[in-house]
């Protein structure tokens, strides 16, 4: 049972940035992962079988075997861990135990865990597209990760009840270490990756002091080769430690200065079209590895928010930036008592400029050409036309006709047959008509054919459409609209503990406070249409010319129009938001038990102020409004956003919660142990800076936003040459984002009764390390879950729908926990020969259905992935290492849309699309394609 349901075991590093006393064995010792000294979620340095927790360990040695191409890529061997690591060296997902509720999407992928950096939050106040994985990057000085699952993770820091992902900088070394790193990505395996990492430290005579540098730099274009390099940047890091003895003890004191700045694209926006989904065929001209990225699409846009403009790229992707500077500190008396403190003050910004593909519409059709362009609003559209669409080079490549109030120009190009006459004097879609199309992928069909909705009709009927309508399904082009925004974080964070240990017991007690002023800019900037091709994406310049001749200019130089538009609304927000947590924990090790606990309190204080711009300019509907340049016929600046009095929000709320966890073990012998343990924990509100934005949400509190209960029930093992962890765990969770509902008076907002959406999980999830020979390792893991959502409320007839409580219905839905697999599996081998080690790491994934709905039966596909490495040392203090991900090139899915998803039937949704048009259109997410990466150590 244990062989086949355990993984990852490993060895204590002492590390001068630990933020708590972590008193290792001698060196020439060889301890096992029971054995091993853990920090993270026990506040006081503790050995790990003593501890009573659900833990694993990542060493260096662990680090070596393999590329990570990010940090949470270096999760994804953990038991009980689950990494959506498609989107490349940052914005993942990571969920632990099923708890896939509020990661949805990659500016909130942890919402539920927590990444430390020497024992401090990255991120101490997330939000959306502010999140840990954004501002850290593991380099050559991680020296160690701690992960403690569940139990007392919720007792540690803030946003931990799920997990917490301590990152540890490894102690200061003499002498100096350079690596190279290539890595040869895409099905043409071409050369995209390169990196180099450095480090230097060097140690007095006594060893009592040191000084270390450390950073990377790193350029890549990526699987896809887009003409540019997807990612760039790097970090630079000054480690600086000094020990101390005096007459009242030891201790030593540790600086680390940081500064990080990364350029990294978002890699799950761009998909790939093929026919089916199950077994996909695909499109022709679109390869496994298509680019679709934009080229061009610069704009000059207005500040709203001061005067002046400033410039947007969409091709410079998401920048980020982090200076921090970080003091620990540890004292050990002669006597019982120990102290431990940390401080760390940051600065972190994210600038995101990128476009993002909202879907493909025909040119036909009225999403790409009037309300594209804000025409439905100026009304330009009713007088007779055409649309004409240019690209880079200033050829045409397209033109529509719009015929109405009795006009018929121009002849359909495929058939030749004239347009049709349309006498009507207000839009009529029927009178939109392609004139020309020399646009790439002009034919694609989207196959489409006849649809039955799933859900009844008040009848009882079942209504059914055929989809797309003929004149949406061909001459496709990609509506694409701007990401424009810029966030910020200054923070301040500190804690203290002091620890009184006894013969066979200890006490600890501590404060942990923290303080950021957060900065929260969206701009809702343009729309475009572009050409769909492999490498063309590119907007086009459109203009609207009128039948006597007027032109009209409908976007920039950029091919971006209706700069008031966009999925974004344009908002500015601040907050200032502080945590103050005391904490105690006790042990107690009579005999063969050990007890121990322990609980924490916060108190949340919040100000945030908030203006939105979405109230349109007062000229927007007249064709002579000049808009922001003065000039009537630049229409792309029409209409445009303004401030009003009634969204101008403030709001200071506060929140107290309290959480706890103890646990009891009991020891058979040295080797072997069980242990229970039981944690009530609640989680803050995520998001407070965007959390009050209207009149209606200041009914709100401030949280807790969610709460978990859990059972943990553990059996520990471990020797030198097997040990490792086995896990039952069964958990409840819940979340509330305390909907609002408009009363009877149309004006004033009420807090729909209290509905945390309740789930569960429950599972075991184990690991091992065993030595099957001197040469030989085997680290395999095993996760098994069982998730169900319990009641999901959603409230019918409120706010338009019907004013006031009376007539408010609630529905309660049920079923499989979305996105959980049911097992997941990992196993590595390693093997040494002389100067060679070859490493082997295997890694399945069950099949996952994509959200509780019964009637949505569509599953996310298993994956299979293999890796191998080679490693050789006998070059003197050298080490070359090449390894092959996916080297079967096994393909997965990891997500999946119909391209049929927009102006279906009555009742009809996406999920009776999929089931009902299976080998139709669609765009998916794979994996990426085997690469190989050859890396090169050299210590000096």
């Known amino acids: 049972m244990a062989l086949v349901l355990a993984a990852g075991a490993l060895t204590a590093t002492a590390a001068h940035a630990q933020t708590a006393p972590a008193a290792t064995a001698p060196a020439e010792t060889e301890t096992t992962a029971v054995d091993t000294v853990i920090v993270t979620g026990v506040m006081a340095g503790t050995v790990a079988k003593k501890a009573n927790v659900s833990f694993s360990v990542i060493t260096e040695d662990d680090m070596s075997k393999f590329t990570p191409i990010s940090a949470d890529d270096m999760l994804r061997d953990m038991p009980g861990v689950v990494v959506e690591s498609n989107d490349g060296v940052a914005r993942n997902e990571v969920f632990t135990r099923g708890m896939t509720i509020g990661t949805g999407a990659n500016t909130s992928g942890y919402f539920w865990s927590t990444i430390l950096e020497d024992g401090l939050p990255v991120v101490p106040f997330k939000f959306s597209g502010f999140q840990d994985g954004y501002f ?186 982090q200076d921090a500077v970080s003091l620990s500190w540890r004292h050990d008396t002669d006597g019982p008592w120990s102290f431990t403190g940390a401080a760390r003050i940051q600065k972190s910004t994210y600038r995101g400029q990128s476009y993002k593909p909202q879907g493909l519409a025909s040119l036909a059709s009225a999403a790409a050409t009037r309300e594209r362009f804000g025409l439905n609003i100026n009304n330009l559209d009713r007088t007779p036309g055409y649309y004409q669409f240019y690209n880079a080079a200033g050829q045409m490549v397209a033109s529509v006709a719009n015929n109405i109030n009795g006009s018929q120009l121009g002849a359909n190009y495929r058939t030749g047959a004239a347009c049709p006459k349309v006498t009507a004097t207000t839009f009529q879609a ?63 964070m500190g804690n203290f503990t002091a620890t009184y240990r006894g013969a066979n017991y200890s006490f600890n007690a501590g404060l942990y406070v923290s303080r950021s002023s957060q900065k929260n800019d969206n701009w809702a900037n343009g729309l475009g249409v572009s050409a769909w091709a492999d490498g063309q994406v590119q907007n086009l310049d459109v203009k609207y010319v009128t039948s006597t001749g007027t032109s009209y200019q409908l976007t920039d130089a950029g091919g971006w129009g209706s700069y008031g538009s966009g999925l974004f609304t344009t908002v500015s927000q601040r907050a200032k938001i502080r945590e103050i947590s005391p904490y105690v924990g006790a042990s107690w090790s009579p005999g063969k038990w050990d007890f121990n606990g322990s609980a924490k309190y916060q108190r949340f204080d919040a100000k945030t102020y908030s203006e939105t711009w979405d109230t349109r300019n007062a000229g927007a509907a007249s064709l002579t409004n000049g808009g922001l340049d003065g000039d009537p016929l630049t229409v792309y600046d029409n209409v445009y956003m303004t401030k009003t009095a009634a969204k101008v929000i403030t709001a200071d709320k506060h929140v107290n919660k309290l959480d706890y966890s103890v646990a009891v073990g009991y020891n058979f012998s040295d080797k072997h142990k069980v242990y229970y343990r039981w944690t009530d924990a609640k989680q803050p509100a995520a998001g407070v800076i965007n959390r009050y934005s209207t009149a209606a949400t200041l009914v709100r509190p401030l949280g807790p936003t969610a709460f978990i209960k859990g059972h943990e029930l553990a059996y520990t093992f471990g020797d030198r040459k097997f040990n490792g962890q086995i896990t039952y765990f069964y958990q409840n969770f819940a979340v509330n984002d305390y909907p609002t509902a408009v009363d009877k008076d149309n004006v004033s907002t009420y807090l729909l009764p209290e509905n945390f959406n309740k789930y569960f999980t429950r599972g075991v999830e184990a690991w091992a390390k065993w030595r099957v020979t001197k040469d030989l390792e085997w680290s395999p893991s095993v996760t098994y879950l069982n998730g169900k959502t319990t009641e999901a409320y959603t409230w019918l007839n409120t706010g338009a729908n019907g004013l006031g409580a009376d007539d408010d219905v609630l529905r309660v839905d049920a079923g499989i926990l979305a996105r959980s697999p049911q097992w997941t599996i990992s196993n590595t081998l390693s093997y040494r020969w002389g100067n060679f080690r070859f490493n082997a790491r295997h890694r399945w994934m069950d099949v996952r259905k994509l959200n509780s709905n019964a009637l949505d039966k569509r599953y996310l596909p298993k994956q299979d992935n293999l890796d191998i490495s080679g490693q050789y040392s006998g070059f003197s203090k050298t080490q070359i290492t090449l390894d092959v991900r996916n080297v079967l090139n096994k393909q997965y899915i990891s997500a999946y849309d119909p391209m049929i998803s927009s102006n279906l039937p009555t009742n009809v949704q996406v999920y009776d699309i999929v089931a009902q048009l299976p080998e139709s259109g669609y765009l998916l997410k794979r994996n990426a394609p085997r690469s190989v990466w050859l890396t090169v150590r050299k210590e000096f």
């Not at 102690?171 to 290539?182: D, K, N, S």
């Not at 992928?441 to 059914?464: F, H």
């Open 136 to 321: 850290y990057r593991a380099d050559i000085s991680t020296s160690r990760v701690e992960s403690v699952r569940g139990g007392s993770s919720a007792t540690g820091v803030t946003t931990s009840v799920g997990a917490t992902f301590n990152y540890i900088t490894g102690p200061v070394r003499p002498g100096g270490v350079i690596q190279t790193r290539i890595g040869f990505e895409g099905d043409d395996l071409h050369l995209s990756w390169k990196q180099v990492d450095g480090a230097y430290g060097w140690v007095n005579k006594a060893g009592d002091f040191g000084v270390g540098l450390s950073g990377f730099y790193r350029r890549s274009n990526g699987q896809v080769k887009p003409g540019w390099d997807l990612n760039h940047g790097g970090q630079f890091k000054v480690n600086l430690y000094k020990d101390y003895t005096g007459a009242n003890g030891s201790g030593s004191f540790n600086v680390v200065l940081k500064h990080l700045d990364d350029t990294n694209a978002e890699l799950t926006t761009f998909q790939q079209p093929t026919y089916g989904y199950e077994n996909p065929q695909e499109i022709p001209g679109f390869g496994r590895d298509v680019n679709l990225f934009m080229n061009g699409g610069k704009q000059t846009v207005p500040n709203y928010f001061k005067d002046g403009t400033h410039t947007l790229d969409p091709s410079d992707g998401y920048r980020y930036k």
């Open 430 to 492: 029927a009178g939109l008509c392609i004139v020309s199309n020399t646009l790439p992928n002009r034919d694609i069909d989207m196959r489409g054919g006849v649809v039955t909705a799933t859900i009844p009709s008040a009848d009882g009927t079942y209504n059914s459409g055929t989809v797309p309508v003929d004149s949406a399904s061909k001459d496709l082009i990609l509506l694409t609209r701007a990401e424009d925004n810029y966030r910020a974080s200054d923070d301040y």
